[in-house]
């Protein structure tokens, strides 16, 4: 074995260290700017995610009141977090629609029974295609909508007891 | 006093250690050849100062002293005795103060009982192991003390996280700790013959009892965390790929990999840098689990001691002790001589295979785990759940169980294709009576609980095939050992494989009076009840679970606790433990027509991970007894050889 390829193991170590530092040091900038404010929803037309709950299509949305569109999943743990913040949302007036990725209507179903069920309507994406298309990269995100389905604010990651003003105030300004 | 007595010992005990890695070096470096010998001694004192601070601390949380910080944060006078007792490392600083303990007894263990290894290299190794332990106690004394005392006493203690209290508590981290720092020693052991250019099979006999004892206690770690998440957090499940799990599950691939790299260097002196490799990839592996779950970097349900500072402390151990083992590594791996060559088809071969794809699965586990950590660098926040470790993971590790059922059949140096065709035919045949039978009765299951069950059978009969043949009372405890954990993983196999394609739940709204059925159960839901604990109150279901058409039934009591202190709803789910499964039944909340939410699930077989988990870590300790009589035996042979030869030598000079 030749000297530089015994120095592998210690490069990738020090990726690593790299990568785990940067994550350390720089709190995540949880607000960015997604490509897709101001621009309407991409047409979509899911089916159901569990028998309690409609369907979900980009009609729904040109009703003239903002609301939030939660990208979620039953597999994902950082949902289970959200899941109280999104509760006190949709008690605080915010009406929430949800798209589960790549999900069972049962695993659902059981994910709603045992964090609660803040969603008036929930949309099965089964290969991930809103998801792409909307420009979310990950579960859970938030969006807030408009009155007439364009896109006003994209919060990445899961919402935390202090988003929950801000989202509201989104919610207030998109009206 | 107490307080300050520990402290004094845990500060004593930390100059001990930095007297042991100055002897060490300095006796390495050839100045004073004294200073070798008091490193032993050192040694073994360290072990017992610490372990008398730790002594302290638990003294401290039984007498609830609420004049301590750690114990006001964490305990509280009205909590039961195994939890007072237990909440002393069930918080970050005493959890560290567990692991220099061990620590700290496992160098004494080490200076006490290891006589076969060179002297230098023991004095490496021993200098390496204080090297590691100065580390944790700076930062225990500099960033953690578990001995501050308040200003003044606080009437009351704030308790502990009630999802805690739990009889599983008391004994899940002090074994996975027991695990992580048991490769520490490994890794010490690494860092000592490398610096002593002492890689070979003495090195791997002395090695291979601490790579098994921490391989024995990972194992029943993750078995009993496994468990106590599927029954305390009542969601049903018992892996979620929690960053926190994966923690765990790291250092166990990598301790399982280097078990079996190091048999290969003991028995044939092949494989040396690898192990000397894989020995420093599971020590990293478990600093990178305690890091991961003290930062808070990803996140966690499991997360109770977050916080960032103590993650950049973590980190700075990290990037010194790994980092530095690497660069040692990059330098010396070179001049390591190479082990004996062999040829693909042996147990060597198998064993290398092995290794290959337990490797490829801590990788994959390790990028799983990271990548939420990576994407955020570049600016989104991710969580990658099972739909990504379990098929990418399956995809090698269905491969790994075919090489695990093959491998202990072929012989050390080189065997016959035309043997181990004939020998693989009982598994292969087990394996396809599985398929039929699945196939049949099973109704639809998926692809890879279907190729986890036919595995489970193969693998179960292919591992009791080395057996064959023997005395089964003169066989070695090592061959029972090896053939009891690999009857073990197919059972554990089976457990995980027949839970994922034949569980049922139900999800029902009930109000008392009425009935509901899961599997082969008819549950009556009967009453709700309130019912009052030491420090919690709770509404209790009444259930009567009775097989469907049988006379006799079984009571269950899921609750829905509140606890007073910290304030907490918790969800105790009611088990009814079947030798063919288990019925879990979770109370939920009242809907606002007065029906309460039930859960019900009927989990085929799915005791049997558990069972596997306990049968694994059983063939270890069977292996390690096996092992370890063995060396007794060989180092008395060598000794009464020794005692001939110089017989002989005295007899040849008088003559």
């Known amino acids: 074995m030749t000297n530089w390829k015994l120095w592998l193991p210690f490069g990738l170590f020090a990726l690593f260290f790299i990568v785990v530092a940067g994550g350390l040091i ?31 299509s980009t009609a729904d949305f040109n009703t003239g009141t903002p609301r939030l569109l939660n990208i979620f999943a039953s597999w994902c743990v950082p949902c289970i977090a959200e ?29 709603l029974a045992r964090n609660g069920n803040p969603y008036t309507r929930i949309g099965a994406d089964n290969l991930s295609s809103v998801q792409l298309e909307i420009g979310s990269s990950g579960v859970p995100e938030t969006f807030v909508v408009d009155g007439q389905g364009r896109i006003t604010y994209q919060h990445i990651g899961d919402i935390r007891a202090s988003d929950v003003p801000m989202l509201l105030e989104k919610l207030e300004e998109a009206r | 006093m107490i307080a300050e007595a520990g402290l004094a010992c ?49 003294w401290l949380f039984l007498r609830t002293d609420l004049s301590v910080k750690l114990v006001a944060m964490n305990s509280h006078s009205a909590k039961p005795f195994l939890y007072k007792f237990a909440g002393t ?26 006589k076969r290894l060179r002297s230098d290299t023991m004095i490496a190794t021993l200098a390496a192991q204080a090297f590691v332990s100065i580390g944790f106690y700076a930062f225990l004394l500099f960033s953690s003390n578990p001995f501050e005392r308040l200003p003044s006493p606080v009437p009351e203690g704030q308790g502990l996280n009630p999802l805690l209290q739990d009889p599983g508590l008391a004994f899940h981290p002090p074994t996975l700790y027991i695990g992580y720092v048991g490769l520490s020693v490994a890794f010490s052991f690494a860092v000592g013959a490398l610096i002593t250019r002492n890689v070979g099979p003495v090195f791997a006999r002395a090695m291979r009892p601490w790579v098994l004892g921490a391989w024995i206690f990972l194992t029943l770690g993750i078995t009993a965390g496994s468990y106590w998440a599927y029954y305390e957090l009542g969601w049903g499940g018992w892996w979620f790929w929690d960053p926190v799990e994966n ?131 570049m600016g989104t ?88 043949g023997r005395n089964l009372l003169r066989t070695p405890l090592n061959i029972w050992g090896m053939v009891i954990a690999h009857l073990g993983i197919a059972v554990a196999l089976f457990g995980m494989a027949s839970e994922s394609a034949f569980n049922q739940e ?60 910290p304030p907490t709803q918790t969800s105790e789910a009611a088990l009814l433990t079947r030798w063919n499964g288990q019925l879990y039944v979770v109370l939920g909340e009242e809907n606002a027509d007065g029906r309460w939410q039930l859960r019900l699930w009927w989990k085929p077989f799915v005791t049997f991970i558990w069972y596997g988990g306990l049968l694994i870590g059983l063939g270890g300790l069977l292996a390690l007894i096996g092992r370890t009589v063995r060396d007794i035996r060989r180092r008395a042979h060598d000794m009464q050889d020794e005692e001939n030869e110089q ?8 003559a």
Not at chain 2, 647 to 654: I, L, N, P, S, Y
Request: charged fraction near 10%.
């Open chain 1, 26 to 56: 720089s709190p995540s900038d949880r607000t960015i700017t997604s490509k897709m404010i101001g621009k309407p929803l991409p047409a979509f037309d899911l089916p159901q995610a569990v028998a309690d709950r409609p369907a979900l």
């Open chain 1, 83 to 111: 899941a109280p913040h999104l509760q006190a949302l949709s008690d605080a007036g915010a009406e929430i629609n949800g798209v589960a990725i790549r999900d069972k209507p049962e695993d659902v179903a059981a994910f």
């Open chain 2, 10 to 58: 845990l500060w004593l005990a930390a100059a001990l250690s930095l007297l042991q890695l100055l002897a060490g070096g300095f006796s390495l470096a050839g100045r004073g050849e004294q200073l070798a010998s008091i490193i032993r001694p050192v040694a073994i004192m360290q072990g017992i100062l610490v372990a008398i601070a730790f002594v302290m601390l638990i």
């Open chain 2, 89 to 114: 490392w069930g918080n970050h600083e005493g959890s560290m103060l567990l692991w220099v303990t061990i620590m700290g007894l496992s160098g004494s263990c080490i200076a006490l009982l290891e």
């Open chain 2, 247 to 377: 923690a765990s599950l790291m250092p166990w691939l990598a301790a399982t990999a280097l078990l079996h790299s190091v048999s290969v260097l003991a028995t044939r002196g092949a494989l040396r840098t690898w192990t000397i490799m894989l020995a420093v990839v599971a020590f990293s592996m478990s600093m990178v689990g305690t890091f991961l779950v003290r930062s808070g970097i990803l996140t966690s349900v499991h997360a109770f001691a977050v916080d960032p500072e103590r993650g950049s402390f973590i980190l700075a151990l990290l990037a010194i002790y790994i980092g530095g083992a690497l660069a040692l590594f990059a330098i010396r791996a070179a001049t390591i001589r190479e082990g004996t060559r062999f040829s693909f088809f042996s147990r060597e071969g198998a064993l290398v295979l092995n290794n290959v794809l337990l490797t490829a699965i801590l990788g994959i586990v390790l990028i799983g785990t990271l990548y939420p950590l990576l994407t955020e660098a």
């Open chain 2, 381 to 468: 926040k991710v969580s990658v759940g099972p739909p990504y470790f379990n098929p990418v993971g399956a995809a090698f590790a269905l491969p790994m169980l075919v090489v695990m059922a093959a491998g202990p059949l072929l012989r050390w140096r080189g065997d016959s294709g035309r043997k181990l065709i004939n020998m693989m035919a009982l598994p292969v045949l087990a394996a396809a009576v599985t398929l039929l039978v699945v196939v049949l009765f099973g109704g639809r299951i998926g692809i890879l609980p279907l190729l986890g069950l036919i595995l489970a059978t193969g693998l179960a009969i292919a591992s009791i095939i080395p057996l064959w």
């Open chain 2, 506 to 565: 139900v999800l029902v709204a009930s109000q008392p009076g009425e009935s509901h059925e899961v599997g082969p159960y008819t549950l009556t839901f009967n009453a709700i009840e309130p019912v009052a604990g030491p420090n919690w109150t709770a509404l209790e279901a009444n259930i009567t679970a009775r097989v469907t058409g049988s006379d006799s039934s079984d009571t269950l009591n899921p609750q829905s606790r509140n606890f007073s202190s």
């Open chain 2, 647 to 654: 017989d002989q030598q005295a007899g040849e000079a008088a």
